[in-house]
């Protein structure tokens, strides 16, 4: 919208260079053409100004000074900014430019202007949450990779108590230790299933797709199971000593670690992929 032009002998409104300093100034009729100026902080329209008015030429007799934004010259349209009495004054259309809402009452003779909102306070909220999720993340994908690891413990603690069982020496001790360890493995899954359950639903409502958590875990609920075979297969061969047993007991202590590596695998992947992010946010 083109601002009104004003009645001869009218004045001239200006926001003075400064901190919302604003000053009436009036401007004789002798004046060809009346204009609305706005002065701005320094920092925000203008690069500098320069005394010599033979750098950028005058305008009815006032030195004319470059606006810019973002190191680019905004264009004139019809009134220069000028240097008028030590103050430099920028025309209120040069605002509009910057996406400022400018609105003249004729009436009042005031100019009200609203600078675009950069909703920085807003953003940076919405960047820390993001940031917090991203290591929330990260943090679980850990656990399930610890986990990964406890469920890989539970074969070696199971190979060493066939050692005992063959060795004859400290089997009811290496029982204990293997079915603890198993016992402690589905503990720590059992409480990681509302957790992961939480953290996928929240990523959620942010477009994150974790939803290989629930993969991870059911793979690793898989891998507990075999172990719980394989744990009975052990035991049986304690007892009889049948070679069945303890293919029984190997075999699914085989499909455990197996149906376990894969996913701990995909979960170190994703680990890296949310901590990259957190990198390079």
Known sequence: MKFPRMRQNSPLMVLELGYNSLSMLTRGSKMKKKVIALACTVGLLFSG??????????????????????????PVEDTPAVIYEGRTLVPIYMLRQLGAEVNWDQDTYSVDVKLPSTNTSSSNQNDI?????????????????????????????????????????????????????????????????????????????????????????????????????????????????????????????????DSMVVSRTNTISKYYEYFNKIQDF
Do not use: C, W
């Not at 679980?140 to 060795?167: C, E, P, R």
């Not at 959620?204 to 629930?214: C, E």
């Open 129 to 257: 949450k993001l940031l917090k999720l991203y290591s929330k993340i990260v943090d679980q994908y850990k656990s399930l990779t610890v986990l990964g690891d406890m469920l890989s413990d539970i074969g070696q603690a199971f190979s060493n108590t066939y050692d005992a069982i063959s060795n004859n020496y400290k089997v009811s001790e290496s029982f204990t230790e293997a079915n603890n360890h198993l016992n402690t493995v589905i503990e720590t899954y059992n409480a990681m299933i509302p957790v992961v359950e939480n953290i996928i639903n929240e990523s959620n409502s942010k477009n994150l797709n974790v939803y290989d958590m629930r993969t991870i875990l059911n793979d690793y609920n898989k891998s507990i199971d075999y172990y719980k075979e394989s744990y009975k297969g052990l035991e049986k061969y304690n007892t009889t000593k049948r070679e069945a047993d303890f293919y029984d007991y190997l075999n699914n202590s085989k499909k455990a670690f």
């Open 49 to 74: 100004v320069v005394g010599a008015s033979s750098i950028n030429g005058e305008f009815n007799g006032n030195p004319i000074v470059k606006v810019k934004s973002n190191g680019q010259v905004l």
